[in-house]
């Protein structure tokens, strides 16, 4: 029969075999504040990364072609292949990219194993070990299509977005494969076929801007959201209304011309004299992306609530984003962001 001493003990004993403890990591240049920290000390935890001989594990430096695939291939505790003992450090996880038909270009050049692999690259990798045979654009609609991608812009999956052409460094690699192990298909590696596979398996690409802006409408106080959206021949739009008090509060669209891929944003509140509607016009802007500075509620503020004319407007580049605020009214106030 239990009493409370040994119920409280079979508690603690539980909690200790169902809780996984990371140790502190014991490299150099990685501090607790780092945004993927936790992430690190998974993939130090599974063996997956293993730092440089200077004990740093540089997580700002770009990865190598050899660097990616051995950390791949680790997360799948497939580093098992036999090699000579004077091989390259690589040469485990080059074999198991040649055993599964993976597209790499160090198999038989040591050179290019030191190369910094671009993204596009990296998703024909990962769509291999999926069981796919995809290539270019193909292999990157792919992973954006199943999850395994977002790109760079959490409101806009796409192929510009994803950024093909550009590097990972060694903290975005990392984050790279632990989701691709959290929303894959398997938990295995797959052969990826010879022949490439029918791009009419690739699911259409998510549109996450309608359900990030609905979240924060609910979060300011939503009674209605009306969804809308249309797709013309040089114009797709899409965006909501939010209804408070039986009345339109603000809208947010989202514009992408079919011509070029321009995106523009529009924010319109309609009760711009209400503090919640400086809030949610910030959290907007940021949501999308956009690097705004320290000056920007200021810059809000003033041409919301202007003093002459010339305070009605306003405009500012931050980074690949234009930001143009207008105010109409004394109520009615818009942003449009052009990227």
């Known amino acids: 029969m239990f009493n409370k001493k040994s119920m409280i003990l079979s508690i603690v004993f539980i909690f200790v075999l169902t809780t996984t403890v990371f140790a502190a990591l014991p490299f150099s240049d990685l501090s607790e504040s780092h945004w993927a920290y936790n ?10 990364i293993k730092g440089y001989g200077d004990g740093t594990v540089k997580p700002s430096k770009e990865v190598t072609e050899a660097e990616f695939l051995a950390m791949l291939v680790r997360s799948y505790h497939a580093d098992n292949e036999v090699v000579d003992e004077n091989a390259h450090w690589s040469e485990s996880a080059y074999q198991v990219a040649k055993k599964y038909n993976y597209p790499v270009n ?39 299509g199943v999850g395994l991608a977002k790109g760079k812009n959490p409101n806009e999956i796409s192929i510009d977005s994803y950024d093909g052409d550009g590097a990972l460094t060694r903290a975005e690699a990392i984050t790279f494969i632990k989701n691709v192990l959290d929303k894959g298909i398997t938990d295995k590696l797959l052969y990826r076929p010879k022949t490439p596979s029918d791009v009419e398996d690739i699911p259409p690409l998510p549109d996450v801007f309608i359900d990030n802006m609905k979240k924060i409408a609910e979060k300011y106080g939503a009674d209605e959201i009306k969804e809308g959206s249309h797709e013309g021949d040089t114009i797709t739009s899409s965006g909501i209304d939010i209804i408070r008090d039986g009345k339109l509060f603000a809208e947010i669209s989202k514009e992408i011309d079919n011509t070029d891929g321009r995106i523009t944003y529009h924010i319109l509140s309609k009760d711009i004299r209400n503090d919640e509607s400086l809030a949610l016009i910030k959290e907007v802007v940021e949501s999308i992306g956009v690097p705004i500075d320290d000056q920007f509620e200021t810059d809000l503020y003033n041409t919301s609530h202007p003093k002459t004319a010339q305070d009605k407007s306003f405009e500012k580049e931050y980074g690949d984003y234009n930001l143009v605020m207008d105010a109409w009214t004394y109520t009615d106030f818009s942003v449009h962001i052009y990227y």
């Not at 992430?39 to 997956?48: C, N």
């Not at 050049?109 to 654009?137: F, L, P």
Request: aromatic share 12%; no cysteine; hydrophobic share 35%.
């Open 39 to 48: 992430t690190f000390q998974w993939a130090h935890g599974e063996g997956i």
């Open 106 to 144: 160090g198999l038989y050049d040591m050179e290019k194993r030191n190369y910094v692999i671009n993204r596009e690259q990296v998703a024909e990798i990962v769509s291999g070990t999926q069981g796919k045979n995809y290539e270019g654009t193909n292999a990157i609609k792919y992973l954006l």
